[in-house]
């Protein structure tokens, strides 16, 4: 069983910035991929960004060049730096972990980009 719990949401300016963090329960070593997500109302889930055991990683297209995707292992947490926002990233903003064939999510965070 896994645990994630998110934080870092929140209300910003267009163009501002936000960092969201998902820390885990167990060793990230044991987990084989963690990504963001998220979901605009009256919208599907999309992924944001996922980094890989080997710390490979992948961004949507929509965010590549403003958001990165980092962990820190000692920690036991992963980021979402996210950076030039604009209203269409308005969303909430899950954390996933896959892990032995299973997926678990956090609860989400809503990030809402308005002036």
């Known amino acids: 069983q896994v645990q994630l719990v998110e934080s870092g949401g929140g209300l910003v300016q267009p163009g501002g910035s936000l960092r969201l963090s998902c820390a885990a329960s167990?060793?990230?070593?044991?987990?084989?991929?963690m990504g963001w997500y998220r979901q605009a109302p009256g919208k599907q889930r999309e992924l944001v960004a996922r980094?890989?055991?080997?710390?490979?990683?992948n961004y949507a297209d929509s965010v590549k060049g403003r958001f990165t995707i980092s962990r820190d292992n000692a920690k036991k947490t992963v980021y979402l730096q996210m950076n030039s926002l604009n209203p269409e990233d308005t969303a909430v903003y899950y954390c996933?972990?896959?892990?032995?064939?299973?997926?678990?999510w956090g609860q989400g965070t809503q990030v809402t980009v308005s002036s």
């Open positions: 996933k972990a896959d892990l032995a064939s299973r997926q678990y």
């Open positions: 167990v060793t990230l070593f044991s987990i084989s991929t």
């Open positions: 980094i890989l055991g080997g710390g490979s990683t």
